[in-house]
């Protein structure tokens, strides 16, 4: 199994920063850490669908939604799939729940924003404010 934790989210005025962790640990009791397979930030807002942010495979490629492009940046630490999202000139449409997430199977990411449905393992959120 793996567990998630993201951190890091909170209120801020519109133009501003913040960064987001997520923390991954594994059950490796049978010798299997799941690691390296594509991961990403997803986010969530009240009465509408979980919708990708951006995902990252472990060479460091990474895609990002439209609304994020350039103003957002996903990276991972591989020695223990951490991984982080950088948000610059934050917009109260970028409030929501953020959520981290793994891939069940790929480790690759081309493609794999929007198939959310099979990222298997997610933390339990991490609310973002941005107020304007």
């Known amino acids: 199994q793996v567990q998630l934790a993201e951190s890091g989210g909170g209120s801020v005025q519109a133009g501003q920063s913040l960064r987001l962790s997520c923390s991954h640990s594994?059950?490796?009791?049978?010798?299997?850490?799941?690691?390296?397979?594509?991961m990403g930030w997803f986010r969530q807002t009240p009465g509408n669908e979980r919708e990708g942010v951006a995902v990252?495979?472990?060479?460091?490629?990474?895609t990002y939604s439209d609304s994020v492009k350039g103003r957002f940046t996903i990276s991972r630490d591989n020695t223990d799939d951490a991984l982080f999202l950088q948000m610059n000139i934050l917009k109260s449409e970028d409030t929501g729940m953020y959520y981290c997430?793994?891939?069940?199977?790929?480790?690759?990411?081309?493609?794999?924003?929007?198939?959310?449905?099979?990222?298997?393992?997610w933390g339990q959120g991490t609310q973002v404010t941005v107020s304007s």
């Open positions: 594994t059950d490796s009791r049978f010798g299997y850490t799941h690691s390296g397979y594509c």
């Open positions: 997430a793994q891939h069940r199977w790929e480790r690759v990411c081309m493609g794999l924003l929007n198939d959310i449905a099979n990222f298997g393992y």
């Open positions: 990252i495979d472990a060479d460091g490629s990474a």
